[in-house]
């Protein structure tokens, strides 16, 4: 068998080898059969590719997760540092008085904190409000200049709380007041939850200088009281009021003279100083009193007519405390007005103002115009009531624990007790900043 099939595996052999020899000498039928399948070719070089993006991609990933530990950690330190700004670290407030010196330091934090009005509508006069707001907001323009106390931001100012936002959150709420009222409907600024979607809350906790356990305000009331009187001198109304005249500050002769001295008709015909003030009305002397007590009158005339009056300048003599009211030196002079007055640098600049919307406060460190919320209990509910701060008086130069409600208008000292048994005596308090 060797012998027969030995030619044929020759020539195998043979035609091997030279095919072998063809191809070697004629490469491009090789690229030509691989080109028929480029994902081939390619495939080695996709899945290179794959990997390398794979790695940028975990790389990337890898980043944004070490930069959001990292700003959770900035924020963190943030947040620290905010933290302690608003604590026990940060820069205290300096209260001043009405010199405005200083009288003693407060945190902040101690004083003011975010809050949030609960789901109780809040109570005020719509009219009321509006006119007390538009004439709060009118005193910012006309007299910026002339009173340079307004322009102080107080101790809001450590919540970035400017003079800007306090007038542009007068203008906002008179805008909503005056088109909820043309449309006859209760107006959004009683819905707490409008209040808590437009404005910045801010709680107010009253620092108490001796107790500082204490945190809620103190609500005091005053009140405007209506008085008889007369244009003439009569046996019942012997005791007048005066009014001093414009050119009465260059020459302050009011400065020599007590009340008393006054009251013994210095100012009367055949006094030695008649002529050089205006006689407004008639009083009795009880009535004097308290006039000069309660600052505003309501004074209803024997002919029926009625004007209101209200304190504007005097003598320049201290209040002494613990001294009677008929022995105090101090007198006070008087204008006529035509509503009832709050703050203001001087008599024809005084702010006019209304009962049930008004509080008197520390203008110098809470400032003029600021949005007062009161939460308290009525009849053993949760009430809410709103008012702004226009006016203040000597018991506020300092103070960061009390507001004055202006009450009413009543006859006697009995009809305003009476009234104000319905008022709280304390009451959580916030402020409203448009945000």
Not at 141 to 158: C, K, M
Not at 165 to 190: G, S, Y
Not at 248 to 267: A, C, E, M, P, R
Not at 320 to 329: D, H, L, M, T
């Amino acid at each position: 068998m060797s012998t027969l099939f030995s030619p044929k595996i020759r020539l195998i052999l043979g035609l091997t080898t030279l095919l072998i020899v063809i191809l070697l000498h004629n490469p491009s039928k090789t690229q030509q059969s691989i080109s028929q399948y480029p994902d081939a070719e390619n495939l080695s070089l996709n899945y290179t590719q794959t990997q390398q993006q794979t790695t940028v991609v975990s790389n990337h990933d890898n980043a944004i997760v070490a930069e959001e530990k990292s700003n959770k950690n900035n924020n963190k330190q943030k947040t620290s540092s905010s933290e302690k700004d608003s604590g026990s670290d940060s820069k205290p407030y300096q209260v001043i008085d009405e010199a405005q010196k200083y009288k003693f330091s407060v945190q902040p934090h101690q004083v003011l904190s975010p809050g949030k009005l609960p789901a109780v509508d809040i109570d005020f006069n719509q009219a009321d409000l509006l006119t007390v707001l538009s004439n709060t907001k009118k005193y910012f323009q006309d007299y910026a200049s002339a009173d340079p106390d307004i322009s102080r931001t107080g101790v809001l100012g450590t919540e970035g709380v400017t003079v800007q936002d306090v007038t542009r959150t007068l203008d906002f709420m008179i805008a909503v007041l005056q088109e909820d009222i043309a449309k006859n409907q209760p107006t959004r600024l009683q819905d707490p939850l409008f209040i808590n979607s437009h404005f910045r809350v801010i709680k107010w906790s009253g620092h108490y200088l001796k107790h500082p356990e204490k945190k809620q305000l103190r609500i005091t009331k005053y009140a405007v009281f209506t008085h008889s009187g007369s244009h003439t001198k009569s046996s019942t109304f012997d005791t007048p009021i005066y009014s001093l005249k414009d050119n009465s500050n260059q020459d302050k002769f009011y400065t020599k003279y007590t009340k008393q001295d006054v009251l013994s008709g210095i100012y009367e015909p055949g006094g030695k100083e008649h002529g050089k003030v205006d006689t407004l009305v008639y009083l009795s002397r009880k009535g004097l009193e308290a006039a000069l007590m309660e600052g505003t009158i309501l004074v209803n005339m024997t002919d029926g007519t009625k004007a209101f009056f209200n304190v504007d300048r005097n003598n320049e003599m201290s209040y002494v405390r613990g001294v009677s009211a008929a022995a105090q030196k101090r007198y006070w002079y008087f204008r006529q007005v035509d509503a009832i007055k709050g703050y203001g640098y001087k008599i024809d600049a005084k702010i006019s103002i209304a009962p049930g919307v008004t509080f008197a406060g520390d203008v110098l460190n809470i400032g003029l115009g600021k949005i007062i919320v009161l939460e308290y209990l009525k009849d053993g509910s949760k009430h809410m009531h709103l008012g702004v701060i226009a006016d203040t008086g000597g018991a506020f130069l300092p103070n960061l624990h009390q507001l004055d409600f202006l009450a009413g208008i009543f006859q006697s000292e009995q009809d305003f007790e009476q009234h104000s048994k319905q008022l709280p005596d304390y009451a959580t308090a916030y402020i409203l900043v448009k945000k």
